[in-house]
């Protein structure tokens, strides 16, 4: 039924087709091209709100009781196009829930629940997200009825959540305030494979998969499989195989160790922000719900949506056998149900898996997978209460009992049911909520009092804010502390700068840039840091003698703000209100993701393995949430302003350094100017201006604003005669959105 797949109905294949964006693009003929469109996502030609909707504040007016009777009552209700397991839609709208959240990874804080991704490809499609397209349109009335007040985003998640409550487990809380996109989200990379579940790129960097090392074909000539302890997965990256969410439940490349198998479990949890305990927590939690579906072998089962035929509507994965849902029902392929209470919270999960030994066997999908040595029958069946079975397990959760620090974790759990609840609890909290940002960020009635170190918390505001003409006393004092005005604004930008719009850490509030392990990141230059923080703590103090407050985090802004007037000659904005952390307040470990390889915007950093050094500075600019141009104007004005992280001269293009000008472009696109290598590294570059004798260098970062034919575009509007006061005012305002980007409290 699928065999029109990919080809188009008139007999010409897509790349031919000359109409609706059609035909062999750049993409095709020039793959290793550097690619914007990650900058130009989510805006308002996708969004059908277009710009000045605001998603929190409707979701705070949403009748939130209303809302979840409404998911409860729904729980029960089975539907004859997808008939709920045990009568039940919990364990289904669980998993959903978790496939949202779990693609999340601190690498770059990228994937995650937070906008709703697996509505589109490659997620609605991926092989571990099969049949939650069904899961996803159980909500729809639901979400046709609560409609702008109500994100998917928010309901994939919140639905997960009353599944839980309805199972009578008791949570530790919800937010909202998840507002949707429209498109597919490019910017994250989800490995370079080129076929579902394969794994032959990101380890091959490292240790490659278990094939490779002769476990498939019993090549006793390879290397020992037990050599997977140590494969490499490649950053960022949060699974061990393209397309699944975490880790293959047949165990590592689908042999069935189950040490192994923690092994990578370990690694993909610890991606998604997770330790030993809540790794355990969350996989003993979670399948103490539910079954895994593998009626019979997936030959009858058809293609992903995002392949599917247009009559489909959006569904995928139709299957064949017999009436393809209910008992019939194939979506991994393999067939177990964990507990004898499948729609009720317990600890059955833990006891089942320490009461009994386990062996292999195969499901009638020809899956590995466990069942119980044992004669008991204790395990319903999904749809005929007649019937019994044996408990069943998967190969990663017989990883919980023989990895010995999992084993203690769980062990203890079997013992002490209460502190599984509350580990459960506070992981499955952290699982939802981990990239939503701070607090302020958060909406709805059901916020958690207790306040998560992963939240990276700063203290409230308990003082009064600096006046227009403190600011401007303030400003005097911090260009006169001794501190070069290009210092202030390298630090005010290393501190900002941290900020990743996909997982909304870092950023100068907090001044965390003066605690472990910021301080002593490369990017920051430890030693000048310290001194520049002495003065502005010096600042700070003098002021703070006074009946009024100012942090460090508003005086590393403001110094840096103050320096960007001064070499500008205009006035910019400051918007005072930051706090200052502390070391306690601050999991240092967490915000070790957060160091940056490169900044092309400080000139720092080079290609590494697999990334060339302006794919990094596009990736950067993403992080920062700037758009191309934004990505160009302050790149080219903070050259002249001066501000490489070493204080080198490279792309400081100018006779005039200190000075905000647009000199950095109008040098750069002078036809007399010609670059060539200055080493074999091809980083670092020479120019010579055979009119004018100027002897400039570069690195790759300032040479790809001349070369890549859209930046350059940009480029030379900014070195236009006419557009010196656009250049500056462009550069000012994209320079205080940057100062600004984790000012939640102030949006
Ligand atoms: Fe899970 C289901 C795997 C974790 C929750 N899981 C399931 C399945 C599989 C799995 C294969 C089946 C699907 C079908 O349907 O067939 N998991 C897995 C793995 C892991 C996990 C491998 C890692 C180790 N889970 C998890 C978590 C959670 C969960 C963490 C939460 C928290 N799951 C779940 C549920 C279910 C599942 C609830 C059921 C669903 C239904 O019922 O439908």
Redesign the pocket.
Known sequence: SNQNVGKCPVGLDNKEANFGGGGTKNNDWWPNDLKLNILRQHTAQSNPFGETFNYAEAFKTIDYQGLKNDLKTLMTDSQDFWPA?FGHYG??F??MS?HSA?TYRVGDGRGGGGQGQQRFAPLNSWPDN??LDKARRLLLPIKLKYGNKLSWADLFLLTGNVALEDMGFKTFGFAGGRPDTYEADESVYWGGETTWLGNDVRYSQGHPGMAEHGVLDGDKSKKDHTDIHSRDLEEPLGASHMGLI????EGPDGIPDAAASAQD?RTTFGRMAMNDEETAA??V???T??????AAPTETVGKEPNAGDIHQQGFGWANTYKDGKGPN?I????EVTWTST?TKWSNHYLEYLYKYEWEKEKSPAGANQWVAKTDDEIIPHAFDKNKKQKPRM?T?DI?LRVDPAYEKITRRWLEHPKELEDAFARA?FK?LHRDMGPRTRWVGPEIPREVSIWEDPVPEVDHELVTESDITSLKKELLASGIEPATLITTAWGAAASFRGSDKRGGANGARIRLEPQKNWAVNQPKELEKTLAAIEKVQSNFNKGSKKVSIADLIVLGGTAAVEKAAGVSVKFTPGRTDATQEQTDAQSFTHLQPFTDGFRNFGTSTARVRTEQWLVDKAHLLTLSSPELVVLLGGLRTLNANWDHSSHGVLTKNPGKLSNDFFVNLLDTNLAWKPSDETNEFFEGFNHKTGDKWTGTRHDLVIGSHPELRAIAEVYASADNKERFTKDFVSAWTKVMDLDRFDVK
């Open positions: 397991d364990g289904f669980i998993r978790w779990g099969a049949n975490y880790v293959n439940p479990i969350l996989i939690g979670g399948h719900f539910g079954k895994t579906h593998g029902a979506t991994s392929g393999l499948p998967l990663t990883a499955w699982l």
